[in-house]
């Protein structure tokens, strides 16, 4: 079912429509997302970042009242004219949304799967990172400072789901992504240094040369970086004159990965 801005819209008001069930069984359920290879993008910011990076859509949800709203005429005007558009009554939008009261605009699309070449310049490895919020700051951080490549282990939250984009703040659609990795996959394809934070170290990630192509590893919230991959790295200390047990890990990620772009820039 499709509309444009000249065209008359049909209103769908039943939750037995099936892109309908389809949008909310997306928006709340990680292992439909999995079967499906589809994700939701809620609200206008992540719907314009992925436009900026021409990502096709699959379909955009749009509630009855934001068809007025400036900010969605303005998304609407730069889709192509392909792109099938599903106007829905409000109160079966606010019965899938997953965001409070905003612009009620969504879209489906498909998450990519690329296969995994061989790694020889910067990467991220997000080793079963299990929080959402912190692999979607950690994404944004790594596009921030220029770093292209992320290798998600299998146990590492979703980098396409709803939340994880949120936190992302649409920084999966700069950035080239490989999920559902082991670890013997990672050491099999990086061809660069490996290097992972530890506090059994006496190396200070300020005294350590990080100008050229490095792999930084950030580990689980509770249990760090696994044997295999950290047996393969180089440990290097975060300093902390407080005694603090660790940093969180998304903070963590933020300062190795902006040290490595002041040795390099800055220095």
């Not at 436009?51 to 934001?66: G, H, M, N, T």
């Not at 920084?171 to 290097?195: K, M, R, W």
């Amino acid at each position: 079912m499709t509309s444009n801005l000249n065209e008359p819209t049909i209103l769908v008001t039943s939750d037995k429509n099936q892109t309908v069930k389809l949008a909310g069984a997306l928006l709340s359920q990680a292992r439909q997302r999995k079967k499906q290879g589809q994700t939701i993008l809620e609200g206008v910011h992540l719907i314009d970042a992925a436009l900026r990076s021409d990502y096709p859509f699959v379909q955009i949800l749009l509630a009855e009242s934001a068809q007025a709203d400036i900010e969605v005429q303005q998304i609407l005007t730069r889709l192509p004219t392909y792109t099938a558009i599903l106007t829905v009554s409000d109160p079966l939008y606010q019965s899938i949304r997953s965001l409070g009261v905003g612009i009620d605009i969504m879209a489906i699309i498909d998450i990519p799967t690329p296969n995994l070449p061989m790694i020889n310049d910067d990467c991220l490895i997000l080793n079963d990172v299990q929080d959402s919020g912190n692999v979607g700051t950690l994404l944004r951080t790594a596009a921030a400072v220029g770093i292209n490549t992320v290798l998600c282990t299998s146990a590492t939250a979703q980098a396409w789901s709803p939340k994880t984009l949120r936190a992302g703040m649409g920084a999966q659609f700069a950035l080239n992504i490989y999920e559902g990795l082991s670890s013997t996959e990672i050491l099999d394809h990086v061809q660069v240094p490996l290097l992972a934070t530890s506090s059994h170290t006496d190396t200070l990630i300020y005294e350590h040369d990080l100008q050229a192509p490095i792999a930084w590893i950030m580990g689980h919230e509770g249990q760090g970086v696994c044997a295999d991959l950290m047996q393969c790295a180089t440990p290097i200390a975060l300093p902390q004159p407080n005694g603090q047990e660790s940093l969180n890990v998304a903070i963590a990620g933020a300062l190795c990965l902006y040290e490595t772009l002041r040795q390099r820039h800055y220095s």
